[in-house]
């Protein structure tokens, strides 16, 4: 049986340091009340297990949201949770900043239309590799104030903002017993990390916070992470890899996951971090197990740090996170596809979750345990068959052994259990999901050249498969090494770099004036010495120029500088040090704001020889057309040094091209055992980060003005433009495998009348949305070799293999084939287990037509 699925086209303490839509005027359900007990939270009256997916909606653009919230609800999400963060929305004190990308409401909206709720971590200090953790850098500038301690100048401040943002969610009617789609809050984040050191004034600081965030009104219970001494009424959650047996510090609250980390972050010549989908949902399925309510992905999209919002020391543009959906909004298979089986797995045991006070609890083996939850706890205390036919019965069966399948007896029936796996029993008898067995397809994406042009100069001869071409060549100009205009000042000593910059530009020029005497210089030959400068204390670069040119540079986090240098006698210009400082904040490209569409012309330009050999302390800029089509744009600046980019005004963020160590990479992942960010690292010996995301809705069709500001020197003649999107799907399943997970939503579980074992599993296979299956570049039913990219057919082969899949799947968005003999007409291989491998290539609607299909 083939079945078609056809859907419509178309963080300084700080350790890490109108596109309209439309959104109704609130009322997105009927108010409901959020109240919790031990074992959930109750929704309007219901306890209710909840899967939560994290975005961070700064780190998307608003044109962007919509399909992230989609893509998370067709994963199985329940709630949508984002921090709050404060330096964006109060970049300077008092002037309040909700527009675009910092729309929170607009966000918060969105995520209620969609029918899910919403988990709003304020904060204020959040962390999140966020610049700052999210403080915003004129906190410092208030006299006495300290940081996240029992003080009164920072007490009022962040009383100020958490009361800022909860009577916005109230005048907009964004709690739930307003009809909106808030349901929890967090105040504060893992100060139980920081809290020792603060003695005393810590401890006061915390019930501070707890009584300030309850008497805001906001009519929703609060959360404190990694707070054990959450007092009251405040619910101290868990943030970890894993939390499967975490207990709240009251019998009277529920365990609450809010940070599952289902990836890493990564510094600028760092690996890139994976954590592999099987171990990620052994973590969920154990949390769930074991006792657990609500869980978040940090993160279910990670996205972009845009412009200068990544924080520090060094962490990249990039925030991808291994998530779930990738930086560019696309599913990140099979991680995407292997929770949303497991969500659906998951919801399946809602009823008995919900109904049990507690599970019971089976040992199966010396590393194998079940635990099991009863609608009817009286029935499972008596064990008796009655309650079998009267209450629902879930089970989960933990295999924690990280080496060795297990075979386990479980109510009269064996189970295999794969190592390091869970599986789970909606029936407390047939198997609907097991953690390590992925059945969920896994896309190859591809950076297509040929959807896009290279930017070049217009004599540079382009490929005719380049369907837009640049419409003039790289031009730049250099920026002044020193100080350049009048707005410097002089003063006597140092200052500190954020004192003076506000945080307004990554660069402070400081120079002085040095004089060497004839008997300095007879001094140093005759002695056989240099001067040599000393700065005791540094971070993050630091560029060192004698009479504008440069001699040194330093980078790293708190590093002593020792830099020889080589004076002539008379005067010589030294930026950084001396008796009197001359300091100037920014550079002047910045200040005349040469990258924005309307301000550009203000520089001198000049044309830029192809030829040309790279400078420092350069700005260049190139106008480009937009690839075609609707798929996310990556812009390859692999080519340059480090810096900053824009695209039409709009800062991309920031780019340095540095490469990961060459080791510390597995050749193969394991999954199995304790995950830290170091056990799956990909990418070694290569650029951290090459591509940068360029929101579509950044761009126009034709002549987008790119500029870049390079430190170092680079080759703009090489940066290109490129569409991205997964355009090779692959599936492999055996006909053992479980029969797809909504079959079960027909089914009556009491009764059992439809029985589960009847049922065959299926191969899935979904495009992006816009993107049709154009060819099966293989299948094959029987007992394929080999893995993505790479299949061939084995001994055992039907021959209706690639008609029956393309039959089944060209055309489609996304297709459906059962995993059978009789799906493939006839059994070509008796007594053989047979598998399914499958490669899909899919493309554009827009690039192809789609009359033709
Ligand atoms: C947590 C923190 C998050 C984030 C995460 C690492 O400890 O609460 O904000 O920084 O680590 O990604």
């Given at each position: ?19 309209q839509f ?31 997916g ?19 609800k ?19 004190r008092?002037?309040y ?21 919403f ?19 004129w906190?410092?500038d ?6 996240r ?32 789609p ?15 050191s603060y ?15 309850l ?15 959450a ?11 894993y ?36 171990d990620?949902?052994f ?15 940090y ?20 925030y ?70 009267q ?22 029936k ?13 029936d ?5 999901f ?10 190859v ?22 369907v ?12 002044p ?13 140092l ?24 008997d ?32 040194g ?41 040469i ?24 700005w ?21 040094g480090?810096?900053?980019?824009w ?29 830290g ?16 995301h ?13 500029v ?48 589960i074992?009847?049922?065959?599993p ?6 992006e ?6 060819s ?7 007992t ?21 899949v ?18 493939f ?20 609607t ?8």
């Amino acid at each position: 049986m083939v079945v078609f699925e056809n859907k419509a086209i178309p963080k300084l303490l700080l350790v890490c340091l109108f596109v309209q839509f439309s959104v109704s005027a609130a009322n997105f359900f009927q108010p409901f009340n959020v109240t919790y007990d031990h074992r959930a939270l109750i929704i309007d009256g219901k306890r209710r297990m909840l899967i939560s997916g994290g975005i961070h909606y700064p780190r998307a653009t608003p044109q962007m949201w919509p399909d992230l919230i989609a893509k998370s609800k067709e994963g199985g999400a329940d709630v949508i949770e984002s921090y709050t963060f404060w330096n964006g929305h109060e970049p300077v004190r008092g002037q309040y900043n909700f527009e675009g990308r910092f729309d929170l409401v607009k966000f918060v909206k969105l995520v209620g239309d969609n029918g899910l709720y919403f988990l709003l971590r304020i904060g204020p200090y959040v962390c999140a590799e966020w610049n700052f953790g999210g403080f915003p850098v004129w906190l410092r500038d208030i006299p006495g104030i300290e940081f996240r301690t029992d003080n009164e100048p920072f007490k009022r401040e962040m009383q100020r903002f958490v009361t800022k943002i909860v009577d916005l969610m109230l005048e907009e009617k964004l709690f739930s017993w307003q009809g909106g789609p808030i349901i929890l809050l967090q105040i504060e984040n893992e100060y139980g990390n920081m809290e020792g050191s603060y003695g005393q004034k810590g401890k006061e600081y915390v019930r501070w916070a707890a009584n300030m965030a309850l008497g805001l009104g906001a009519g929703v219970p609060w959360v404190m992470c990694k707070q054990t001494d959450a007092p009251g009424d405040i619910i101290d959650t868990c943030n970890n890899y894993y939390c499967d047996g975490y207990k709240p510090n009251s019998p009277n609250k529920p365990t609450i996951w809010t940070e599952n980390w289902d990836g890493w972050y990564t510094s600028w010549g760092g690996r890139l971090p994976h954590r592999p989908v099987e171990d990620l949902a052994f973590a969920v399925a154990r949390f769930f197990q074991r006792g657990g309510s609500l869980m978040n992905y940090y993160m279910y999209f990670g996205g972009t740090n845009f412009g200068r919002t990544s924080g520090g020391p060094f962490y990249i543009t990039s925030y991808d996170y291994d998530a779930p959906i990738d930086e560019y909004g696309l599913r990140s298979e099979p991680k995407w596809g292997h929770l949303k089986d497991l969500h659906a797995a998951i919801k399946l045991c809602e009823r008995a979750l919900v109904a049990a006070d507690s599970p019971q609890y089976m040992k199966l083996g010396p590393r194998q345990e079940a635990h099991v939850y009863w609608e009817n706890t009286q029935s499972a205390v008596l064990n008796t068959t009655l309650s079998e036919s009267q209450s629902a019965c879930s089970a989960f069966l933990a295999n924690i052994d990280e080496h060795n399948t297990a075979t386990v007896i479980f109510r009269g029936k064996s189970y295999s259990l794969p190592p390091w796996s869970v599986s789970i029993l909606p029936d407390c008898s047939n198997v609907a999901f097991n953690t390590a067995k992925v059945g969920a397809q896994t896309s190859v994406k591809l950076v297509e050249n040929a959807l896009s042009p290279k930017i070049s100069a217009p004599e540079l001869v382009m490929t005719k498969n380049e369907v837009s071409s640049i419409s003039e060549s790289w031009m730049s100009v250099e920026e002044p090494i020193g100080i350049w205009s009048e707005s410097n000042f002089t003063v006597q000593g140092l200052l500190e770099h954020l004192k003076v910059t506000k945080d307004e530009s990554d660069y402070l020029w400081h120079m002085t004036r040095i004089y060497v005497s004839d008997d300095d210089v007879a001094f140093w030959e005759e002695n056989k010495v240099s001067p040599t400068l000393v700065i005791d204390s540094m971070r993050d670069v630091l560029r060192i120029f004698i009479n504008g040119e440069l001699i040194g540079s330093v980078s790293g986090h708190w590093v002593k500088v020792l830099q020889p240098v080589q004076f002539q006698q008379g005067y010589s210009d030294l930026m950084l040090l001396s008796q009197t400082v001359g300091l100037q904040v920014g550079l002047k490209g910045e200040f005349q704001k040469i990258f924005t569409i309307e301000e550009n012309e203000k520089a001198g330009w000049t044309n830029l020889k192809l030829d040309a050999t790279p400078s420092t302390f350069t700005w260049y800029k190139a106008y480009f057309d937009s690839p075609d089509g609707s798929e996310p744009i990556a812009i390859d600046l692999g080519s340059m040094g480090k810096g900053q980019a824009w695209v039409n005004g709009h800062h991309i963020g920031r780019y340095w091209n540095l490469t990961a160590p060459k080791d510390g990479c597995p050749d193969s992942c394991d999954y199995r055992g304790a995950y830290g960010s170091n056990k799956c690292m990909t990418n070694c010996g290569k650029p951290t980060q090459t591509w940068y995301h360029v929101p579509r809705s950044w761009l126009q069709a034709s002549n987008n003005l790119l500029v870049i500001f390079e430190e170092i020197g680079g080759n703009p003649f090489e940066i290109s433009v490129k569409s991205r999107v997964p355009r090779i799907l692959c599936a492999q399943m055996s006909e053992s495998y479980y029969p797809p997970l909504r079959e079960w939503l027909h089914l009556d579980l009491i009764d059992g009348k439809v029985s589960i074992s009847d049922m065959k599993p299926q191969i899935h296979l979904q495009c992006e949305d816009g993107h049709i299956i154009s060819s099966i570049e293989f299948a094959s039913y029987g007992t394929p070799h080999g893995s993505c990219q790479n299949f061939s057919n084995g001994n055992c082969h039907s021959p209706n293999s690639l008609s029956v899949v393309s039959e089944a799947c060209v055309g489609r968005n996304s297709c459906s084939v059962e995993v059978s003999n009789a799906g493939f007409g006839s059994d070509p291989c008796r007594g053989v287990l047979k598998t399914l491998a499958v490669e899909a290539r899919c493309v554009s609607t827009s690039t192809i037509g789609v009359s033709q299909f």
